[in-house]
């Protein structure tokens, strides 16, 4: 290189507006976090993950599938959209899968938007939102959570426009774990245009103890209304990458036409069709989280009053500008929490003796 080209400067590759734009955060590594403490391990609630291993017959499942792992997986993901129709009771040509629940988000933006459509979200809600958005070309609408920490369905009803094209209702919310009850829900679909597709993202239906809460699949008489799942969560495929939808026929062959071809592996098949089996394990370990979420809200709330109810499989402290010097304080005792800015900070439940951890670190931190 010239000493003239060394000093020119650099040429703009990607687009400037993604400079802008927040990287998503994962979990921290507890590896990572252990050995700077020096401690033997160091516990991670961060990623919302369930701590209870894969269920039972999964291991083998996916074992078994790696054999295969030099052919190409089934495209269409046939038989695990067939076990999720029967399951589920809805028809197999409504269902789409993908890489988890956010890269169907995803997909369905890019399917409904063009470049300047708007999409429209609670904020603060699921992180992914705002980049799936702009990574689509169209424009994020976000109306500020209600007081409770939850959707104000209200306001966000008042806040499409006929470039609204796409709307998503995180039910229960990630980070705040707040829920949406059947009556705003009904109400708020009723106020929305016909041609607006509402998306229910329900990655934490399973941990649902609210009687009140629909469940989204109930409403896919709408046309206008998609539903999200993921097989991350309740069902401990996390690591598999495995999530799917249901909506109109023609929304989820758009889907299927749009997504990332073979991105559901046979190893996450496998692994899918496996753990469908074991929905009564599946459940008895949803028991015993929300058991641990109720005691660990009860237990925080005396030091901070306005924890909200959690539906999801973790809990929301709402501490403004303490979020991110009470996540450093938790890490310096051993415990990974996860801390948004100037917001709150989200804690996975985890084991009794993980939960027991974070609560005397976040005892420390509040008194």
């Not at 409504?94 to 956010?102: D, E, F, L, P, W």
């Not at 992180?127 to 966000?156: C, F, K």
């Not at 309740?234 to 495995?242: D, E, M, P, Y």
């Amino acid at each position: 290189m010239t000493d003239s080209g060394r000093h020119q400067p650099a040429l703009r590759l990607t687009r400037a507006d993604l400079d802008a734009l927040p990287n998503y955060v994962p979990g921290r590594s507890p590896a990572d976090l252990a050995r700077e403490l020096g401690l033997p391990e160091a516990i991670k609630l961060a990623s919302n993950e369930v701590p209870y291993g894969p269920l039972p017959g999964v291991v083998e499942a996916v074992t078994e599938a790696v054999t295969t792992s030099h052919r190409y997986p089934d495209m269409g993901v046939v038989a695990l959209r067939d076990a999720l129709a029967q399951r589920y009771g809805v028809d197999a040509d409504r269902i789409a899968t993908g890489c988890g629940s956010v890269a169907l988000a995803e997909h369905l933006v890019r399917a409904t938007c063009l470049p300047g459509d708007e999409v429209l979200y609670s904020w603060r809600s699921f992180e992914a939102y705002p980049i799936i958005a702009a990574t689509s070309g169209a424009t994020s609408v976000r109306v500020p959570n209600d007081a409770g920490h939850g959707h104000d369905l209200a306001a966000m009803a008042a806040a499409v426009t006929d470039r609204t094209r796409m709307i998503l209702v995180c039910n229960p919310n990630n980070p705040t774990g707040t829920a949406v009850r059947r009556v705003e829900l009904d109400r708020f679909l009723d106020a929305v245009p016909d041609d607006v597709l509402v998306v229910i993202d329900e990655a934490y239906r399973e941990f649902v103890t609210d009687a009140e809460v629909p469940d989204g699949l109930d409403y896919l008489n709408r046309p206008n209304v998609a539903v999200l799942r993921t097989l991350s969560k309740a069902w401990g495929l996390a690591g598999l990458r495995i999530g799917w939808l249901v909506a109109q026929p023609v929304v989820a062959a758009a889907i299927r036409k749009v997504v990332t071809p073979f991105s559901t592996s046979t190893a996450a098949q496998a692994g899918a069709l496996a753990a469908l089996t074991q929905a009564g394990e599946m459940e008895r370990r949803c028991a015993l989280v929300v058991a641990e979420r109720d005691r660990v809200t009860e237990a925080l709330r005396k030091f901070v009053p306005d924890v909200p109810t959690s539906q999801a499989n973790f809990v929301w402290l709402p501490l403004g500008d303490r979020a991110v010097a009470f996540g450093k304080a938790c890490e310096a005792r051993g415990v990974i929490v996860r801390p948004f800015a100037g917001d709150g900070v989200r804690v996975t439940i985890g084991t009794p003796t993980e939960n027991d951890a974070f609560l005397t670190a976040a005892e420390a931190a509040l008194t």
